[in-house]
């Protein structure tokens, strides 16, 4: 080797190592996303996921039968009369022409979103009765007219499931029983427990969906229990897809 180049060799001592590592294992590390080329590098730290709150109240917009009520463009207005009972027929309500003659395609979903989400502002709660009232009335005087409807009430009952509000669901399972049932109400100390609602919800959907209604109900709820076809006293009966498997053969 040349003796003009000479390589510059920096000895440390153990005191010195042992600071160095401890000054690195003092430095902040990078916080990197998940399933990257980042996460494998070093120094670095994959960052956690996102807490969701399955539960949380979710915000709701102004509804429509507000803007229309606004606008004057809802037929019917509040009586003077009072609603003495929960599973009366007739509402305190003056239409300003016959419900039977109205578009139900139109002025249903409209009356029925009003009363899902205005059900959360306590201030208007003459709106909230007027949706309330109007929707059920226009389901009880003309029942033949609410199977049309059933496509476009989709939508707001999935956007009142997705608020995740106690109120909103229970509001728009009484209307998916009242559609169902067609005017027969529940009795009214379940209505303050959504799980009684649910289920409540769930036996008018078997007992007025057909023969296959259990077998469905059960495939997207195993833990569902039949009320058609009840469990006997001795034992657990077959059920009524395997009791009609058995009387083909």
Known sequence: MCPEVKESVHHLTGKQCRELLYMRMKKPKRIVPAFTYQALQSNTVVEPPKKI?????RPVKETF??????????????SGKVLRKKN???FPLKW???????????????????Y???RLSDSDIEIRQLAQYGA?????????????????????????????????????????????????????????RIADVIED??????????????????????TYESCV????????????AESSHQKKY
């Not at 039968?65 to 606008?71: D, H, Q």
């Not at 997705?162 to 209307?175: E, G, Q």
């Open 88 to 90: 009366a027929t007739e």
């Open 96 to 114: 300003f022409c016959a419900p039977q003659d109205l578009d139900y395609c139109y002025y249903l979903p409209i009356f029925v979103d009003g």
């Open 229 to 240: 076809y009840p469990l006997c006293d001795l034992g657990v009966e077959n059920s009524p």
């Open 53 to 57: 709150d399955l539960f949380k109240k």
């Open 201 to 222: 919800t769930l036996n008018a959907l078997e007992k007025c969906g057909g023969p296959n209604a259990f077998i469905n109900i059960k495939y997207m709820i195993p």
């Open 65 to 78: 039968f507000r803007v229309y009520l606004r606008r004057g463009d809802i037929p019917v207005a509040r």
């Open 136 to 192: 059920m009335d226009m389901i009880v005087k003309a029942p033949h007219k609410v199977l049309p409807v059933l496509p476009k009430m989709i939508l707001p009952l999935k956007r009142a499931f997705n608020t995740r509000d106690k109120k909103i669901i229970i509001a728009a399972l009484k209307v998916l029983q009242m559609m169902v049932l067609v005017g027969n109400f529940i009795d009214p100390d379940r209505e303050r």
């Open 116 to 118: 899902f989400f205005d």
